[in-house]
């Protein structure tokens, strides 16, 4: 197990059992701010430091500062100092992971969203996200309706929304499987989750501008497996759950018109490499989901390289990204 994916798991025991419970007290964000914003001025001081700009009285880093750093060095500055510079620069962290209720003509998605806000849920992975990674402007995450069912990430707005419809739809499609109220909201809840790690993959791609090969869609898939996975067996049942409505939802596309050439892998590849990716996460204790009903053999032989590696990209490609304290926990 990777470093990244140990300190994933500590993480998640802080907000243990974020998932299920509703009551679980949320850090308050004054306390977060109050770390990010001494985050903030340490690294200003080390930036004003390098440009021997000792007159700045204010403790708050402008958004501009990034760029305002970067010309102002490159003139008289050494090469290898103005490197230095603008990394400092670019690990500010003058952002948030923010939760969003958009306003809803329709009084049930009004209902909806009322009762995803006092879950807290949601709020709790936000506040996961903000103790792991930096942020160069906040990112919003939006539960709106939509008028169609989707969810998705925009390079304009730099931001997730994820439609009441779709949420509306998951319930729809889990209740022919699902007979309790309870097992229902679990499953909505699961596949909102990877869903919405799923488009954190493509912000994440977009904001820290990350290469990848590939596929787009297939990465995104893969950090959402990584990070649900790491996050134990209620993240592992999320990842399920996920795989699961890919699977339930694809009996629905006609086969003779099936979007060959669309930029995602077809719901029955997308639920099979999930499958493949929580049992590479660790095989013993995911053994039983390989056999004639689940993941075939063949498959499943090179599931735990393929989660590895595809691990290995992720921690590599956020590492410059993530909370000092993060690192340092990860260098000790
Ligand atoms: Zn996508």
């Known amino acids: 197990m990777n470093k990244i994916i140990i300190l994933l798991l500590i993480a998640s025991l802080a907000l243990a059992g974020c998932f299920l419970k509703e009551d679980k007290?949320?850090?308050?964000?004054?306390?977060?701010?109050?770390?990010?914003?001494?985050?903030?001025?340490?690294l200003?001081?080390?930036?004003?430091?390098?440009?021997?700009?000792?007159?700045?009285?204010?403790?708050?880093?402008?958004?501009?500062?990034?760029?305002?750093?970067?010309?102002?060095?490159?003139?008289?500055?050494?090469a290898s100092v103005k490197e230095e510079v603008k990394e400092e620069a670019v690990l500010s962290d003058l952002g948030d992971f923010k939760i969003i209720y958009g306003e809803t003509q329709n009084p049930?998605?009004?209902?909806?969203?009322?009762?995803?806000?006092?879950?807290?849920?949601?709020?709790?992975?936000?506040?996961?996200?903000?103790?792991?990674?930096?942020?160069?402007?906040d990112f919003p995450i939006t539960f709106k309706e939509c008028g169609f069912v989707n969810a998705y990430y925009t390079l304009e707005g730099k931001e997730i929304v994820l439609c009441d419809e779709l949420l509306e739809d998951f319930s729809y499609n889990f209740a022919y499987f699902i007979?309790?109220?309870?097992?229902?909201?679990?499953?909505?809840?699961?596949?909102?989750?990877?869903?919405?790690?799923?488009?954190?993959g493509h912000g994440l791609i977009d904001i820290y501008d990350l290469t990848y090969s590939g596929r787009e869609e297939d990465?995104?898939?893969?950090?959402?497996?990584?990070?649900?996975?790491?996050?134990?067996?209620?993240?592992?049942?999320?990842?399920i759950t996920g795989a699961n409505m890919f699977y339930i939802t694809s009996s629905q596309i006609d086969a003779e018109t099936y979007p060959f050439w669309d930029e995602h892998s077809l719901n029955q590849?997308?639920?099979?490499?999930?499958?493949?990716?929580?049992?590479?996460?660790?095989?013993?204790?995911?053994?039983?989901?390989?056999?004639?009903?689940?993941?075939?053999?063949?498959?499943?032989?090179?599931?735990?390289?393929?989660?590895?590696k595809?691990?290995?990209?992720?921690?590599?490609?956020?590492y410059p990204y993530l909370q000092e304290e993060i690192k340092k926990e990860m260098n000790k």
């Open 179 to 200: 007979n309790t109220e309870d097992e229902l909201d679990k499953a909505v809840t699961d596949a909102t989750f990877f869903i919405l790690f799923h488009e954190l």
């Open 25 to 42: 007290p949320k850090k308050p964000d004054s306390e977060t701010n109050s770390v990010q914003q001494q985050e903030i001025d340490k």
């Open 269 to 308: 590849q997308r639920y099979y490499n999930i499958l493949c990716w929580v049992y590479g996460s660790n095989p013993e204790k995911y053994g039983d989901f390989v056999g004639v009903y689940g993941l075939p053999e063949e498959r499943a032989a090179r599931c735990q390289r393929e989660y590895e």
């Open 44 to 78: 200003k001081n080390e930036i004003e430091a390098l440009r021997g700009n000792k007159d700045s009285g204010s403790n708050k880093a402008p958004a501009s500062v990034k760029e305002e750093v970067k010309e102002e060095a490159a003139p008289e500055a050494p």
């Open 108 to 137: 049930k998605y009004a209902g909806l969203n009322e009762l995803i806000k006092n879950s807290s849920v949601f709020e709790n992975i936000a506040s996961f996200l903000n103790l792991l990674l930096k942020l160069r402007q």
């Open 310 to 318: 595809m691990s290995e990209f992720w921690d590599v490609a956020i």
């Open 219 to 239: 990465v995104a898939d893969q950090l959402s497996t990584v990070v649900l996975a790491s996050l134990g067996e209620d993240g592992a049942r999320a990842a």
